[in-house]
């Protein structure tokens, strides 16, 4: 009913930017809370920013002041502008949204597939 498309991953060397997407379609009335994730290999997925429907935002401690989340609610996008990359900032990113399909419904958690970053010289 829903689907979350990511896109932007890449290869980047230390200290370099990218910018990823992640747009939902199909069956929405309203997404609540929309969020990055990553996992790394080898270790547990993990949040790394989170944005409300109300445009609050928050980061895990790692990334703040070197990321920024920021989401288009027209659109149904969000974004993760990662600057400063660091070597252990290489992981598979995902994004999740807590969709409403309906006035009635509760929200539901929906997950896009991953998208490879890749910090190195």
């Known amino acids: 009913q829903v689907q979350l498309v990511e896109s932007g991953g890449g290869l980047v060397q230390p200290g370099g930017s990218l910018t990823l997407s992640c747009t939902a379609s199909?069956?929405?009335?309203?997404?609540?809370?929309m969020t990055w994730f990553r996992q790394a290999p080898g270790k547990q997925r993990s949040l790394v920013a989170t944005?409300?429907?109300?445009?609050?935002?928050d980061y895990v401690d790692s990334v703040r002041g070197r990321f920024t989340i920021s989401r288009d609610n027209a659109r149904n996008t969000v974004y993760l502008q990662m600057n400063n990359l660091r070597p252990e900032d290489t992981a598979v990113y995902y994004c999740?949204?807590?969709?409403?399909?309906?006035?009635?419904?509760?929200?539901?958690?929906?997950w896009g597939q991953g998208t490879q970053v890749t910090v190195s010289s």
């Open positions: 944005t409300t429907s109300g445009d609050n935002t």
């Open positions: 999740n949204a807590a969709v409403r399909t309906n006035t009635f419904s509760p929200p539901q958690i929906y």
């Open positions: 199909g069956n929405i009335f309203h997404i609540n809370t």
